[in-house]
């Protein structure tokens, strides 16, 4: 293993710590000497793809003083359309288990009837994954969405949704509302081997150091990332007692500067590396897929990123093995996302929910602690969707290794041969 790779591991899995102390190679001159957001007064730089300009170009501190124009505030109207749209997709559900002698409640709990209560449950949870925009008539809060969708994927990239009053539904319900907002904005995919639709993000007491487990399941620090979907959706039901804070940084904005101040580093980043899949591998598939973290395919610029998983897989033999270039131009590249001149800080409140468009996002999470008296009730908990969103942008077929189909509205999330798409209404 390359050392730089060792000393990775070792460094920045404290809580809140930073992914490592980096050098950083990129940093001639600073953000503020940039351009104007959107404008394409970069230099020309050959046998690279040209600047990136419009709406997802923006530096953090420049774009958190604009808040109105990101968030969106939920009425007391879209509220009432929220909860009725729940209640009609779980009447329809409690039908469907009252055929089979399997009534299921508002809580999510199943009684009575034949005695079938966990197979009552998973009617209304498989209904539930495959909910559509249809299935959830929301008539003012709907349109509203729409556009929301567009600015994901033409606009700035991100969204917040202020607030659903989460405290006051049960788990299902709870679930049910994320589900269908979500169905507005895209297909849900499933986020692991176990056919997940609804991810949990929470504390599940487990290392990433385990090969075998993905950062979202423990407290640690994330690192700025991708997901393997086109929009990643959060909703926040309980923060942690401490951190858990959320990051965004535009890729646009770090393809840029990194043309800017350090050309022939993007320009590695620009060839395939090898990606760990951490034990989810499809039939007939490596444990690793080679992609690179910047793809160009005109007229657009997709990034792939989750630096841990980069480092990872280095421990097939088959893989091909870094260079020092390539430990530099990734050490680069996260040196630039840590950077508070670039990327932005939120932190999500309960009923908050954030979209974000992985193509030309990252996202982050600080490391949180819990408490010592944190119980399954109490600790931080979020619900997490993967959407497949329709008018998304055409990607290149390097991403076919981790999305297989590449097809607009029914693609990315991670497939298993036996697995049966599910809605968890518990994290597992």
């Not at 269908?180 to 081997?193: C, F, K």
């Not at 951190?243 to 043309?259: H, I, K, P, Q």
Request: proline letters at 8%.
């Amino acid at each position: 293993m390359h050392p730089s790779l060792a000393a990775r591991k070792a460094a920045g899995r404290r809580m809140g710590a930073p992914a490592a102390t980096l050098h950083a190679p990129c940093s001639a001159g600073t953000p503020s000497e940039s351009p104007t957001p959107g404008s394409s007064a970069l230099p020309a730089t050959p046998d690279l793809p040209p600047a990136r300009t419009g709406r997802a170009v923006w530096y953090g501190p420049d774009i958190m003083s604009r808040p109105d124009e990101w968030i969106v505030s939920l009425t007391e109207a879209h509220v009432a359309e929220v909860e009725a749209a729940v209640a009609k997709v779980l009447a329809e559900a409690e039908a469907a288990a009252a055929a089979a002698s399997l009534p299921v409640d508002g809580s999510g709990r199943a009684g009575g009837g034949g005695g079938g209560g966990e197979e009552a449950v998973k009617l209304a949870t498989q209904r539930l994954a495959r909910l559509t925009a249809a299935d959830f008539p929301l008539p003012t809060l709907g349109p509203v969405l729409e556009s929301l969708r567009g600015e994901l994927l033409e606009g700035r990239g991100f969204a917040l949704i202020r607030r659903l009053p989460v405290e006051r539904y049960s788990r299902l319900q709870a679930v049910a509302s994320f589900m269908g907002i979500g169905a507005h904005l895209g297909t849900a995919r499933s986020q692991n081997a176990k056919g997940h639709v609804l991810g949990h993000v929470a504390d599940l007491g487990l290392s990433s150091t385990d090969p075998r487990v993905r950062i979202y399941q423990t407290r640690e620090r994330q690192t700025f990332h991708t997901d393997s979907c086109d929009v990643v959706g959060l909703l926040c039901l309980r923060e942690a007692k401490q951190g858990g804070d959320s990051l965004l940084v535009s890729a646009d904005t770090l393809f840029n500067e990194m043309r800017r101040r350090c050309p022939d580093l993007l320009a590695r980043l620009l060839q395939a590396m090898p990606h760990d899949r951490r034990g989810e591998v499809p039939a007939g598939q490596r444990p690793w897929f080679d992609i690179p973290v910047f793809s160009w395919h005109d007229p657009h610029v997709s990034v792939f990123y989750q630096r841990q998983y980069f480092d990872s897989a280095q421990r097939f033999p088959e893989a091909r093995q870094l260079t020092t270039e390539d430990v530099e131009a990734l050490d680069a590249f996260d040196a630039l996302a840590n950077d508070p001149t670039l990327h932005l800080t939120m932190r999500l409140a309960p009923g908050d929910m954030q979209f974000v468009h992985n193509h030309n996002m990252l996202h982050d999470r600080t490391g949180f602690d819990d408490g010592p008296d944190a119980t399954a009730e109490t600790r931080r908990h979020l619900l997490r969707l993967w959407l497949a969103a329709p008018g998304a942008r055409p990607l290149p077929e390097a991403f076919a290794a981790r999305y297989g189909s590449l097809q607009v509205g029914s693609r990315g999330g991670i497939e298993v041969p036996g697995a049966i798409m599910h809605v968890p209404l518990e994290p597992a």
